[in-house]
């Protein structure tokens, strides 16, 4: 059974930083690559950030460009985004998905709050 897990989400003041961790299994997380999206309210979701199969791939966003980086972790089946200098436009739900040819699985979303 195919699971992606995210968490790390949470309240965070301006300027501030999160971790967004996703764990996967049911799968070879290794072969897939790796994405982050995100959906404000009443919004379009929207690709944050990506990471290939192999982790030296990685492309953004030019909106979180500079601020955002995705990681992987091939032995322990998790990507991660890491995110820095927070903005209030930065909140939403944020998504993990996994990509390789015709499977693409969804995570359930976490909520990301910036907000003094």
């Known amino acids: 059974q195919v699971q992606l897990v995210e968490s790390g989400g949470g309240l965070v003041q301006p300027g501030g930083s999160l971790r967004l961790s996703c764990a996967a299994s049911g799968f070879t997380f290794s072969s897939y690559a790796m994405r982050w999206y995100r959906q404000a309210p009443g919004k379009e979701r929207e690709l944050v950030a990506v990471?290939?199969?192999?982790?030296?791939?990685?492309n953004y966003a030019d909106s979180v460009k500079g601020r955002f980086t995705i990681s992987r972790d091939n032995a322990k089946n998790t990507v991660y985004l890491q995110m820095n200098s927070l903005k209030p436009e930065d909140t939403a739900v944020y998504y993990c998905?996994?990509?390789?040819?015709?499977?693409?699985?969804w995570g359930q979303g976490t909520q990301v709050t910036v907000s003094s």
């Open positions: 990471t290939g199969s192999l982790a030296s791939i990685t």
């Open positions: 998905n996994a990509i390789r040819s015709q499977n693409n699985y």
